[in-house]
């Protein structure tokens, strides 16, 4: 019964018979071993080995075969193989499916390279995992953002503001009218700013703009820290009035990440910091359309993805893909939201609008609203102004002609892309 398997998708390359090496890969994360073992009955295998689907031959890359291959390099060939799991093997726990889809297999001697690149995993899972409990439309509730982008920025710099000074930059970024603000991923809870000192100057600022204004932006402190600590710092967040916590995802783990869903009462922030180190390499890790069901599934409200023109090394083409993946429907889950960063400016709107066909996106830029020629106020203005010219269907240089901000803006990051 397909809802009692996960099928696993993995890029392969190997010197052996493509078929074998599926075989090695399938046989080691179930059922075999190296050699075939006496209790290794016809029985246990036909209940729990895992099953080669299909495999499609793929063109080789230019890279060498992992350290440590055996084989031919010269008869590498690279393929898609789909593998299939029992669920009675692992359950629906998101530690014990790792173990098998992405376990000791990366280091199998027969693969000189392998890659997880999806999963099709059945109801089970969100009958035991929660999901996100706010996603876009809670998010769009408690920022007050009914409709268009959401728009936001990340404190700078990244460390080394007082908190004091952190309430000052915080000011200023709430009278310019943004939805959105965070902690960078490499504030935590250090002895400079520590998590209480930071919500204890920023809360009243984000409140007195709230009587103000009738709108409180959302703030996402950063409350990564050791398991034991997630719930105490969220608590921290929340007593203050706070309306989202942020945790970096790899450094907390899945597990963490589900622990603190069971108990949040805010959206979770879910920053993806050292994602690279699991997925950049072609030929090793684990990709982004895996990864993030996962993400969902423990229960991130916000994912970052990256954005178009970033700093970082992923084609566009990627990153669309890695939005596009995040809003796609999973098992009846509620969608997270793609928090585009990297590299991101008001010159960007028009062609990520063109590109994604949606503003259920919450865009950041750092540089792109501090390092505004005319500050951070502007930059912000900068950054309005072309998300509503795009989603009203204008094109960029219409955008251009009616904001000065956005002029401006081109003085420093360059001309916008159409």
């Excluded at 899972?125 to 959401?150: E, I, K, N």
């Excluded at 879910?270 to 229960?299: K, P, Y």
């Excluded at 990520?352 to 203005?381: C, E, K, M, Q, R």
Aim: hydrophobic residues 40%.
């Amino acid at each position: 019964m397909t809802d009692q398997r996960v099928v696993a998708t993995y890029h392969l390359e190997t010197s052996l018979p493509l078929a074998h090496a599926a075989e090695v890969l399938a046989g080691e994360q179930s059922t075999g071993t190296f050699v075939r073992v006496a209790r290794e009955s016809d029985q246990v295998r036909a209940r729990f080995a895992a099953v080669v689907q299909d495999i499609q031959e793929l063109p080789l890359g230019p890279e060498g075969p992992l350290p440590g291959t055996v084989g031919d390099p010269r008869t590498r060939r690279r393929a898609r193989v789909r593998v299939s799991f029992p669920l009675d093997n692992f359950g629906p726990s998101i530690p014990n499916l790792l173990a098998a889809v992405a376990g000791n297999l990366f280091e199998i001697k027969e693969l000189g390279a392998i890659k997880l690149t999806d999963l099709d995993l059945p109801p089970a899972f969100a009958d035991r995992y929660a999901g996100p409990q706010f996603g876009v439309p809670g998010t769009r509730r408690l920022t007050s953002r009914a409709a268009g982008a959401m728009l936001g920025t990340i404190i700078k710099p990244s460390i080394g503001l007082t908190p004091d000074e952190l309430a000052e930059v915080v000011d200023e970024l709430a009278g310019a009218g943004l939805d959105f603000i965070k902690d960078d991923e490499l504030q935590g809870n250090g002895p400079a700013a520590p998590l209480r000192e930071r919500v204890r100057a920023v809360m009243p600022v984000l409140h007195r703009h709230a009587d103000r204004t009738g709108v409180m932006p959302m703030y996402a402190f950063n409350i990564t820290d050791d398991i034991d600590r997630l719930e105490a710092n969220h608590d921290l967040v929340v007593a203050a009035g706070g309306t989202c916590v942020m945790v970096c995802v790899n450094m907390i783990g899945l597990s963490g990440l589900d622990h603190l869903r069971r108990r949040s009462q805010v959206p979770i922030h879910g920053h993806r910091a050292m994602f690279g180190a699991i997925s950049r390499s072609a030929q090793l890790g684990i990709g982004f359309r895996a990864w993030q069901q996962l993400v969902r599934l423990c229960g991130a409200d916000h994912l970052h993805t990256n954005g178009i023109s970033n700093k970082f090394y992923e084609s566009d083409a990627q990153v669309l893909d890695s939005i596009a993946a995040v809003r796609e429907p999973l098992l009846g889950l509620t969608s997270m939201v793609p928090v585009l960063s990297s590299g991101q400016w008001g010159g960007l709107a028009h062609a990520t609008y063109a590109a994604t066909g949606t503003t259920d996106l919450l865009v950041l830029a750092g540089g792109g609203i501090h390092g505004h020629p005319d500050g951070a106020s502007a930059g912000v203005a900068s950054m309005r102004d072309a998300w509503e010219s795009a989603a009203a269907g204008e094109d960029a240089q219409s955008a251009l002609a009616r904001s000065e901000p956005l002029r401006r803006a081109t003085e420093i990051f360059g001309p916008v892309r159409e």
